[in-house]
DNA sequence: AAGTGCCCGTTGTTC
DNA sequence: ACGGGCACTT
């Protein structure tokens, strides 16, 4: 027997050594999914099935595919292993292979197309419905955002979406498509489109498609109840030929819905591939039985889904601790305090076993914990939130270099056409778009007419022209220069690093340092050979747990971001209705099951020691706020909870119910009834009207006058809004 | 064209 | 509480 499969347990080996036609594994949380991936691929290699440019393994994130090329390699010997094991992700996989063949469409893509992050997305639309004249009170940008992506991912494209009576859907299909036309014109594609454009590629050309049906032999799919339509016909396009196809996953972590996930890819799978063999991981190697007892207790609460019961041989540890704090300040104190407390107590253990995360449902809550660790002169490392990428120094840099690479991304120029100031201003700059709108071309064509014609104002001629004598003379440096040459000369040459220096703020002081790391980043690449086109696109694909720290004492993440990972010690903050599971999310059965989920994702990434808190206050939007505790905290047996204040976890049992005008409400919200709509005006509602809002709960119409509401709300007084100002949801009786 | 002050929405999760 | 966007000023 091969020694792969030594310290496997029976289901483990028969979902590696099942090397013929589609695999499903159903693999519960910390049941060594990506140990059965490892070690089919090393079999895969080591049993001569394939060679390693035959095998296509797609995982969440590029860390992750790192980490597996690592585990492979020390488990094949480097003979077995000649050639290109390719592992990534879905976005990196359709960047590959349309940057190779894109051309063929023939029409306005090619394949030096650029890739528009959300960021970029934002501004387009926003240009869009501009251009369109729609108001943006009334179409709000970041939901036309969403609902465009939605819209793609189902498969629509503007034809499919025709001009509507109803405003809001003609106002959609207007800007969708007109947003795909900007894309088009400026040779870009934003993250939907990268997935898309592949599908279409592989549908349309049966060469390229037999190409790599040829060429994958094998295909391994991690997290596959995360993946959404595109990249389901992506992997049946990719499988036609031959079926094996593997895919892991567990339907009780699926947690991406917001971004076009269908659980249904995984639940049906034995439909969309009816030869398929289905092997179950319920033994969980992870977490202490009291923790998993917990989590399963949990996820049983909610009821689409099939049954399913982690057991594990791991000894039961300690009960998990409940922290009640007054409010989010000392709930951040105490979490930093006890973290550090049980490392201290744990010392004796080698450090990768006493790693600690703080796990919590919005971004906005890192603060509180990096200032706590701060005050407490505590080192953490934060993921996501305002990673690297993302901040301004650094995209407008890389705004920069895109442009050099392709003058008509439009989402570049505009990004960096007066960043340093130049005196290109906005009268300048509204003749410019007005321009490139008129004539079908991009900002950069148009700013190349307009200088030829000569037509603007003597000022905004010379400041434009030494714009494009800029642009041009960085580009005649592409490909010449290293990378880090390059990224330096765009940082001296467009002022950038004078517009920093003469600020001489400490904050301007620390965007110099990223520029620094950004310029080391460069070098780096330089020593990989990348060219200009892949720094940018490893740059615009970065997940944010990609840079994650694994030494790391204490670690501030999203649930979202902790996806896949383990700590021996977890913290769960902000277990707070209205925050976890979050307002938006507690109005529709589907929407709170995946909030269900994602504390059950949460709460299985801890391997020894689990801690649950909230806080009784809690600033919003610089008022305090009442909160109740999560619902989800009753979900788990007494028996398991510890509460760390000693107040009994009768603490936990709900507030009683209160009253409003003389009736009767309950939070939250009552049973059976819906919401109906968000409020863009006062119209509509009427005095005795059940309300709910994202802040302050459910409440009560108690005053219609003027295009203003004042709504009563429990504990919490009454408030005023404006008509359209405030995310509003209507709830129906009954 | 750039600077100042006020109003409004923000904070839902990510490749 | 805070920053972006806008109107208004210099």
Known sequence: MSKLLEGLNAEQRTAVTTTEGPLLVIAGAGSGK?????????????QGLARPEQILAVTFTNKAALEMKERVHHLVPPSRRRGELLLSTFHSLCVRILRRHLDRFGGAYTRDFTIYDTDDQGRLVKACLKELGLDEKQYPPRAMQSRISAAKNRGETPETLPPSSDPMRDALSRTFRLYEARLAAANALDFDDLLLLTVRLLHRFEDIAADYNDRFRYILIDEYQDTNPPQFNLVRLLTQQRQNLCVVGDPDQSIYKFRAADIRNILDFEQHYP??????????????????????????HNRARRKKDLITHNPAGEPICVFVAANAEEEADFVVKEITAWQRRHAHLPSPETRAAVLYRINAQSRLFEEACR??????????????????????VLAYLRLLLNPHDDAAFDRIVNVPPRGIGKATLDILSAHAINNGVSRWTATLQLLEAGRLAARALTALNSFVQLIESLQALVGDTKLAGLVQAVIMRSGYDEMLRQEGTREAESRKQNLNELLAAAAEADERQESLREFLDRAALVADTDNLVDDARIT??????AKGLEFPLVVVAGL?????????????????????????????????????TYAERRRVYGEEVLADPSRFLEEIPEALLMDVR???????????????????????????TKPVGTATAATGFRVGDRVAHATYGVGQVVRVADGKLDIAFLGKGVKRFVAGAAPLKKIARE
């Open 375 to 396: 005050r407490q002169g505590v080192p953490y490392v934060l993921i996501g939130g305002f990673s690297f990428y993302e901040r301004a120094e650094i995209k407008d």
């Open 556 to 561: 501030l993440l999203t649930i979202h971001s």
């Open 646 to 672: 000693q107040q009994g976890v009768g603490k936990l049992t709900p507030p009683p119910a209160a009253e409003v005008n003389g009736q009767h409400w309950s939070h939250p919200q009552p049973a059976g």
């Open 576 to 612: 707070e209705e209205g925050l976890f599971p979050h307002m938006r999310a507690a109005y529709n059965d589907d929407d709170l099951e995946e909030e269900r989920r994602l504390f059950y994702v949460a709460m299985t990434r801890a391997k020894q020691q689990l801690y649950l």
């Open 34 to 46: 990506t140990r059965v991936i490892v070690h089919r691929i090393a079999y895969l290699l080591e």
């Open 275 to 300: 030869k398929a063999k289905t092997i179950i991981l319920a033994q969980n190697y992870r977490s202490t039985k009291t923790i998993l007892d917990a989590a399963n207790a949990v996820i049983q």
